[in-house]
């Protein structure tokens, strides 16, 4: 697939469902404290952000593509640890410094996740 963007935006929806399930999963797991929405809401939610930020993100690795360390799959899973340090833990960073240590945590487990599964499908996905 030649267009960063139309691979992104699909990489974006398989990361958000990623992103469903390890949210969910560290609810379970109790790391995030109580919530407060909906399950339903923070899947909608989640999908929306990462279709959105799927397409941007997809751009950026067709423009940024020669620059990126690695090869396929690889290369893609690089790009998605980019995004997720510089999405969630500088931001992480942000919200402990203002005192909201469930917020980090929440964002760095399900940040990881969605990053790394939205890396791999890009990296399968897009073809220079």
Do not use: C, H, N, Q
């Amino acid at each position: 697939m030649k267009s960063g963007i139309v691979a992104g935006v699909i990489a974006g929806v398989v990361g958000g469902i990623s992103a469903i399930i390890f949210g969910g999963l560290g609810s379970m797991l109790g790391l995030y404290g109580l919530a407060v929405i909906t399950v339903e809401e923070w899947s909608i939610y989640t999908i929306i952000l990462t279709v959105v930020y799927g397409a941007i993100f997809g751009l950026l690795y067709a423009k940024l593509y020669d620059g990126i360390p690695g090869e396929g799959i690889l290369k893609g899973a690089m790009a998605g640890l980019i995004v997720w340090f510089i999405k969630d833990v500088t931001t992480g960073i942000d919200l402990g410094l203002e005192r909201e240590p469930i917020s980090v945590v929440a964002m760095l487990w399900v940040g990881f996740f969605t990053w790394i599964v939205y890396g791999l499908v890009i990296g399968k996905l897009y073809k220079k």
